[in-house]
């Protein structure tokens, strides 16, 4: 939950500056050491994300969604527990 409020105040930040660069973020999948490998991220519009693993550059992955003009949280499933990089560039009103 903390997760989700700290990335959605920044992103509202990033929406006001209306930032067309990737919005770069460090998570780590276990903080409440319950084993997670997913977070959760509040988008608005369209985007493309990739994800890399810290400490192991060889798991990554990408994905994308969201629409035009519509407020939805994205689910990230990542291939292991651990700390991962997560890019996330606009296409449309993000």
């Known amino acids: ?3 989700t409020i700290l990335f959605g105040l920044l992103l509202i930040f990033a929406i ?3 930032a067309e660069s990737p919005i770069i973020t460090k998570w780590n999948t276990n903080i409440n050491n319950d084993g997670s490998t997913q977070i959760m991220i509040p988008v608005f519009g369209s985007y ?3 994800y890399t693993k810290v400490g192991d550059a060889s798991i990554m992955g990408n994905g994308n969604g969201g629409s035009l003009g519509t407020f939805t949280s994205k689910i ?8 991962y990089i997560v ?7 993000f």
């Open 1 to 3: 939950m903390k997760k």
């Open 16 to 18: 006001l500056l209306k």
């Open 48 to 50: 493309n994300y990739t």
């Open 76 to 83: 990230i499933t990542f291939p292991s527990v651990g700390e």
């Open 87 to 93: 890019k996330i560039s606009p296409i449309a009103m």
